[in-house]
C-alpha cells in the first residue's frame, strides 16, 4: 500500500471511529445527503454556466463553483470521467487565486503574476471555500451530490492556501468526511475550481417605478450589472422575488426568477399589475469579497469569502381614476353619441335612449369611483323626414 493511501486510509477510519461514538441523531441526517436547515440544500444553489461551463452558484457565500472537478466533463446532467490529480504547485502554476510575496518557496514561480480574484477567472478555492460547501452534507462523498454530481467517494482536493508555518505543505480537503489537512505539496490531489472574489457594485438605484394599468404586464427600464473594481470581473447569482410573477431577463434570454450573472450583464425586469393599488419585487444581486494570502503565506489556511448584497425595488403602481362625463354630454344628437367624447376620464357604458335623451356612464378604473349608469346624457335632437315616391301618389 503506498504512503498516501495508507495516510488517507488510517484517517478515515479515525473520522468512523469518531462519528460511531456520537449519538445516533447525527446518523439519522446522514441518510438525508444535505439536511435542512444547512447552507447546502438544494434551494442554496443556482444552477447555469458561466463562460460554457456548467456551473452552481452559492448563494450562502455568492462564490460560483464548476460542478464537475477538474478532468471531468459535464453531461446529460452528470460529471464523467476521472479525475484529474496532480501535486499542488502544478495547479497553482495556473490556478493561485492570488500572487504573494516569496510564493517561490512553495513551488509556485515568482514569475507567475495574477490577481484572479479581480479577474473573475477560474482558480482554486480556498481551505475555508471547500469547507463551506460540505456543510450540513452526509459523507462519502461530503459535498450536495445533486449540484456536484458523481463527486468521487475518496476525493481529495487541493485548496489554494499553503500553509503559513511550512512551505513544503499545503491545505487539502477530504471530501468524504469534509476534513481539512496539511499534506506534502508533492502529494497528488483533485482540484475543484471556483470564480468570483470581487463583489458588485452597488444597484445605481433604489427604487424603481412603473405606472400600470390594472393586470397590465410592466416591463422596467434595462440596468447593467457592474463590477466594484471596473478593471476585473465580478461573478454572483440574482434572484428575484414578490407579488406579480415578477421575473428578470439576462442578455435577451429566457425570462427567470433565479440567475448566475456577472458584471456587464444587462436585466430587465417585470411584473404583472394589481388591479388597485402597487406590487413591489425586490431584484437581489449577491458575491462574494474574498481575502486572498498574504504575503509569505502568514494567513495560509485563514483566507475566507465574505458574502455581499446589493438590491433594487421595483413597483408597479395602479393609479386611481374616477370616471367622469365627457364633451358629448349635453349637446342635442340626432345620432346616439360616441367614441372618446362620451368620458373625459374612465370608460363608457354601452349608450341608451330613451325618455327624450341619450343617456350613458362612466365607469372608473384602479380603484376610482364611477359615475352612475345614466349620469352623463344628450337630448335628441329634432329631425326632418323627407319621403319620396314613383309613382308620387302613396296609398
Known amino acids: ?3 498516501a493511501l495508507a495516510r488517507r486510509t ?9 462519528l460511531l461514538s456520537a449519538c445516533a441523531a447525527p446518523m439519522l441526517a446522514q441518510a438525508q445527503n444535505c439536511r435542512t436547515p444547512s447552507p447546502n440544500t438544494d434551494d442554496d444553489y443556482i444552477l447555469g454556466e458561466a ?3 456548467a456551473s452552481a452558484m452559492h448563494w450562502p457565500t455568492g462564490l ?4 464537475c472537478s477538474e478532468g471531468q466533463a459535464f453531461s ?9 490529480s496532480t501535486n499542488w504547485q502544478s495547479w497553482a502554476a495556473t490556478y493561485l487565486p492570488k500572487s504573494f510575496t516569496n510564493q517561490a518557496n512553495w513551488g509556485v514561480s515568482a514569475s507567475v503574476s495574477q490577481n484572479l480574484l479581480v479577474s473573475g477567472a477560474w482558480r482554486m478555492a480556498y481551505e475555508k471555500e471547500l469547507k463551506k460547501i460540505t456543510e450540513g452534507c452526509g459523507m462519502g462523498p461530503k459535498i450536495n451530490r445533486a449540484v456536484f454530481p458523481n463527486t468521487p467517494e475518496s476525493s481529495y482536493v487541493w485548496s489554494g492556501s499553503p500553509l503559513a508555518v511550512g512551505a513544503s505543505y499545503a491545505r487539502v480537503v477530504d471530501f468524504y468526511s469534509g476534513y481539512a489537512y496539511t499534506d506534502p ?3 497528488s490531489s483533485d482540484a475543484r475550481l471556483v470564480r468570483a472574489g470581487q463583489p458588485f457594485a452597488a444597484l445605481s438605484f433604489s427604487t424603481e417605478d412603473g405606472i400600470a394599468v390594472p393586470g397590465a404586464t410592466v416591463t422596467f427600464l434595462a440596468f447593467t450589472l457592474a463590477a466594484s473594481d471596473p478593471t476585473g470581473q465580478a461573478w454572483g447569482g440574482a434572484r428575484i422575488s414578490g407579488d406579480g410573477n415578477p421575473q ?3 442578455n435577451g434570454g429566457a425570462w427567470v426568477d433565479k440567475a448566475i450573472v456577472k458584471s456587464g450583464d444587462q436585466i430587465i425586469v417585470r411584473l404583472t399589475a394589481p388591479a388597485t393599488g402597487s406590487r413591489y419585487a425586490t431584484f437581489t444581486l449577491r458575491s462574494g469579497q474574498t481575502t486572498g494570502t498574504s504575503d509569505y503565506a502568514t494567513n495560509g489556511g485563514d483566507e475566507f469569502t465574505a458574502m455581499q448584497e446589493t438590491f433594487a425595488l421595483f413597483a408597479a403602481t395602479v393609479l386611481a381614476v374616477d370616471g367622469t362625463c365627457g364633451s358629448a354630454s349635453g349637446p342635442a344628437s340626432a345620432t346616439a353619441p360616441s367614441g372618446g367624447l362620451l368620458c373625459a376620464t374612465g370608460t363608457a357604458t354601452p349608450v341608451t335612449g330613451s325618455n327624450g335623451q341619450w343617456a350613458w356612464g362612466c365607469n372608473g378604473s384602479g380603484g376610482g369611483s364611477s359615475t352612475a349608469a345614466n349620469a352623463c346624457a344628450a337630448p335628441y335632437a329634432s329631425q326632418t323626414l323627407s ?4 309613382p308620387t301618389s302613396i296609398t
Open 10 to 18: 488510517s484517517r478515515r477510519l479515525l473520522h468512523w471511529l469518531a
Open 64 to 67: 460560483v463553483w464548476k460542478r
Open 76 to 84: 446529460g446532467g452528470q460529471c464523467t470521467g476521472a479525475t484529474a
Open 387 to 390: 319621403l319620396s315616391a314613383s
Open 51 to 53: 463562460d460554457g461551463e
Open 185 to 187: 505539496r508533492y502529494y
Open 1 to 3: 500500500m503506498s504512503s
Open 248 to 250: 428578470f431577463q439576462v
